[in-house]
């Protein structure tokens, strides 16, 4: 039971490259999120999703772009990247409703140059 | 707007002492707080929550939390510290769906 695995763990991207951060979970959770952490800020929910084909904004979406056709994976889409997407991005999943506990991902390092 | 508010940036604690991390919410209703640790270049992990019921709440690796209605806080405390117990440490609400997460308190445990 691998838990959330993340890929890759670090990256850097010149600006306006696109890439995709990769997310997958075994636990069979419906709920999957996606997190920035910038010094300082906490944690920034992008994006999240409630089950498969069902996605929805958080509070920092713009500059990204996330899918999910099946309950394992949710990847992240950067179209073209910014300087000030540099960040370090977690995501995470749960069962059920929201008031579950979080399990988190070990997290992708990502610079924009 | 909702939020939570952890006052203190970092928190130094000699190993044995009591450590206490803070947290002060402004939420509307009843609300649903957490915590979660993060310990250097990885993910976080739960360690406790408030939904309802009992005001003391008992988490992972002897930490506590009490939740204080009338001063709108849910104080992490844990009797003695652990050199290991130093990470940051987050506070979050639920909000709809979605955690929302404070800005976070380093917890430094010196020998």
């Known amino acids: 039971n691998a838990g959330v695995t993340q890929t890759p763990k670090f990256r850097i991207l010149k600006i306006g490259q696109s890439m995709t951060l990769q997310c997958t979970q075994d636990m069979n959770h419906n709920y999957m999120y996606w997190y920035r952490q910038d010094p300082g800020m906490g944690l920034k929910l992008i994006y999240y999703s409630v089950g498969a084909g069902i996605t929805d904004k958080g509070e920092v979406p713009n500059g990204y772009n996330v899918s999910r056709s099946t309950t394992e994976d949710f990847p992240l889409r950067l179209e073209l990247a910014a300087p000030s997407q540099t960040s370090v991005y977690f995501c995470?999943?749960?069962?059920?409703?929201?008031?579950?506990?979080?399990?988190f991902g070990p997290g992708t390092r990502l610079t924009v140059l | 707007a909702q939020s939570v508010a952890q006052p203190e940036d970092q928190v130094n604690v000699a190993e044995g002492n009591p450590l206490t991390v803070k947290c002060t919410y402004s939420v509307s209703g009843n609300p649903y707080l957490f915590w979660y640790v993060q310990y250097p270049n990885r993910g976080l992990q739960f360690l406790l929550k408030?939904?309802?019921?009992?005001?003391l709440v008992k988490g992972s690796y002897g930490f506590e939390a009490e939740f204080n209605k009338s001063q709108t806080s849910f104080h992490l405390k844990k009797p003695s510290a652990l050199v290991s117990d130093s990470a940051l440490y987050f506070c979050?609400?639920?909000?709809?769906?979605?955690?929302?997460f404070g800005a976070g308190t380093i917890l430094r445990v010196k020998s």
């Open positions: 995470a999943s749960s069962r059920g409703t929201g008031y579950n506990e979080q399990f």
């Open positions: 979050a609400f639920l909000y709809g769906n979605k955690l929302v």
């Open positions: 408030y939904i309802t019921g009992d005001n």
